[in-house]
């Protein structure tokens, strides 16, 4: 596997040079990503998308996480990072049909790693149904959906579980349903300003296109 080279940046956002993303995780780097939150096109009753990690991952497997992320490598701009999306859960999408939530600082400390990053987050509404995703094995185990409105409360705090329903997929490509409760020790451990800031950003674009 050939060496991830990342931008790396001060806290005011000015790029500051390059890295390796192992180098940038040992040491605390400020580098970029992007972040896709896939909802549904049923606007009376809307869900958003939840991805499980696989648990072929070097960090956090197994864990729930935002829809679609990656790293933005050294010579990419941030409009390339929706290649994340078809790479990930096999669907087609062009940056403009992203709606723009805002670039989020996201710090995850772990006694591995100090992760800090710049997230590039978007919004989208997806009409083709979860089920339909094709799941990249490497990178993602399976698919939840959740109510639009409990994810928001969930992710301000207001609520300490979201009732969830999807699927995971085995090696040999066959689905198997599930529902599940989910806490916050199933997530990712993102910084609370982070939930924060995601929940106020989404629930802002959503009210503007009222």
């Not at 009753?45 to 490598?73: E, M």
């Not at 990072?81 to 670039?103: M, P």
């Not at 939840?144 to 409105?149: A, T």
Request: proline share 2%; hydrophobic share 35%.
């Amino acid at each position: 596997m050939e060496t991830e080279v990342l931008k790396i940046f001060n806290e005011q956002g000015h790029q500051i040079g390059t890295t390796t993303r192992q180098e940038a995780h040992e040491k605390g780097l400020w580098h970029e990503t992007f972040q896709v939150y896939i909802m549904d096109g049923n606007e009376q009753n809307r869900s958003l998308y939840l991805q499980k990690r696989s648990p072929f991952k070097k960090n956090f497997p197994g864990l729930f996480d935002i829809t679609v992320a990656g790293h933005l490598l050294a010579e990419e701009a941030v409009q390339d990072g929706v290649r994340e999306i078809e790479e990930e859960i096999g669907i087609r999408v062009n940056f403009e049909e992203l709606g723009y939530l805002g670039t989020i600082q996201n710090i995850i400390t772990t006694d591995r790693m100090i992760d800090k990053e710049f997230s590039h987050v978007y919004l989208y509404e997806c009409k083709e149904p979860m089920e339909s995703f094709i799941l990249q094995p490497e990178e993602v185990e399976g698919m939840v959906r959740v109510s639009l409105n409990e994810f928001i409360r969930f992710y301000y705090g207001k609520c300490s579980q979201m009732q969830t329903e999807g699927f995971t997929v085995d090696k040999y490509g066959k689905k198997a349903w599930y529902k599940h409760v989910l806490t916050k020790e199933d997530f990712v451990p993102h910084a609370e300003d982070y939930f924060l800031a995601v929940a106020k950003a989404i629930d802002n674009y959503l009210q503007e296109a009222c």
